[in-house]
């Protein structure tokens, strides 16, 4: 395959997987898991591979001189992997529920700045922190209800906006 394909290959699966994003939101937070895990799992495996191949190749006298240590971040990470694999929707539940504070500190700490401003008499500059606590109180009580679901077609729309944007700039660069 020709270097020219590999742009226009990597705009068509970015939009088709924007496009299986809005089309089937419920399903795809578990195979994101599934990646991040094998992400963790995989390069975590590999240390430990070599570590056990350096180790069982050389003799007795050679592993004491061996500046090679065991592999904890390796170890760590091959753990965590299976973690984030065997335990899917926890680690989506979690991260929801991280959003939710994250969203309140934000528009709570926005809320204050205003108010230290001299804007405090303008109410239209309240409006998006107290949105923004709103949505944070929202996800706290209901955190796997809707929230997966407008975060998959929110980055379902990202990538194909995205493949747009890349389509635009590829026609660019041709001519």
Known sequence: MKSAYYPILRIVLIILIGVFMIIYPEGILKYIAVVIGLLLLIPGAIQLIRYLIVCCKRNRRDRRYNPMTFPFFATF?????????????????????????????????????????????????????????????????????LLPKIMIIMFGVGAIIYGINEIVYLARIER
Do not use: H, T, W
């Open 77 to 145: 990470c091959v753990l965590a992997g299976v973690a984030v694999i065997v335990f899917s929707q926890e680690i989506v539940m979690v991260f929801s529920l991280l959003l939710a504070a994250g969203l309140i500190s934000a528009g709570g700490y926005e809320i204050g700045m205003i108010v230290k401003s001299e804007c405090r008499n303008r109410v239209g500059y309240y409006l998006l922190p107290a949105l923004l606590v709103l949505l944070g109180i929202f996800i706290l009580v209901n955190p796997l209800d």
